[in-house]
Protein backbone atom coordinates (compact mmCIF):
# COMPACT_ATOMS: atom_id res chain seq x y z
CA UNK A 1 0.00 0.00 0.00
CA UNK A 2 1.47 3.81 -1.34
CA UNK A 3 1.12 6.56 1.02
CA UNK A 4 2.16 10.11 0.54
CA UNK A 5 3.98 9.61 4.08
CA UNK A 6 5.94 6.13 2.73
CA UNK A 7 9.17 8.22 2.31
CA UNK A 8 8.83 9.82 5.66
CA UNK A 9 8.49 6.59 7.90
CA UNK A 10 11.21 5.43 9.74
CA UNK A 11 12.39 2.28 9.73
CA UNK A 12 13.20 1.22 12.99
CA UNK A 13 10.40 -0.73 15.32
CA UNK A 14 10.79 -0.71 19.26
CA UNK A 15 9.75 -4.55 20.38
CA UNK A 16 7.74 -5.00 23.22
CA UNK A 17 9.38 -6.64 26.11
CA UNK A 18 8.70 -6.80 30.05
CA UNK A 19 11.89 -4.60 30.15
CA UNK A 20 10.09 -1.59 29.38
CA UNK A 21 7.70 -2.22 32.02
CA UNK A 22 10.98 -2.83 34.58
CA UNK A 23 12.52 0.09 33.62
CA UNK A 24 9.36 2.18 34.26
CA UNK A 25 9.26 0.51 37.84
CA UNK A 26 12.85 1.13 38.49
CA UNK A 27 12.52 4.79 36.85
CA UNK A 28 14.99 4.85 35.21
CA UNK A 29 15.10 4.40 31.06
CA UNK A 30 15.28 1.42 29.56
CA UNK A 31 18.65 1.87 27.74
CA UNK A 32 20.37 3.06 31.14
CA UNK A 33 19.09 0.25 33.09
CA UNK A 34 18.31 -2.94 30.82
CA UNK A 35 20.88 -1.85 28.16
CA UNK A 36 20.97 -4.94 26.58
CA UNK A 37 17.36 -6.05 26.51
CA UNK A 38 15.67 -5.39 22.91
CA UNK A 39 14.09 -2.35 23.38
CA UNK A 40 17.16 -0.84 24.77
CA UNK A 41 18.62 -2.31 21.13
CA UNK A 42 16.06 -0.68 19.27
CA UNK A 43 15.62 3.09 21.08
CA UNK A 44 19.42 3.02 19.97
CA UNK A 45 18.64 1.99 16.39
CA UNK A 46 16.21 4.56 16.43
CA UNK A 47 18.46 7.55 17.62
CA UNK A 48 21.11 6.43 14.63
CA UNK A 49 18.42 6.14 12.31
CA UNK A 50 17.21 9.71 13.34
CA UNK A 51 20.95 10.85 13.54
CA UNK A 52 21.39 9.73 9.70
CA UNK A 53 18.28 11.28 8.58
CA UNK A 54 18.84 14.96 9.98
CA UNK A 55 22.89 14.28 8.69
CA UNK A 56 21.04 13.85 5.45
CA UNK A 57 18.59 16.67 5.82
CA UNK A 58 21.47 19.19 6.94
CA UNK A 59 23.08 18.54 3.75
CA UNK A 60 20.24 18.40 1.41
CA UNK A 61 19.68 22.23 2.92
CA UNK A 62 23.04 23.04 2.53
CA UNK A 63 23.90 22.27 -0.93
CA UNK A 64 20.23 24.08 -1.15
Not at 15 to 43: E, F, H, M
Not at 44 to 60: D, P, Q, T, V
Request: glycine fraction near 4%; proline fraction near 3%.
Amino acid sequence: QDSEFKNDMLKTVIRKSQAVSDSTRLGAPVVICLKNSNPSKDYRALYEELKKRIRKMERSTANG
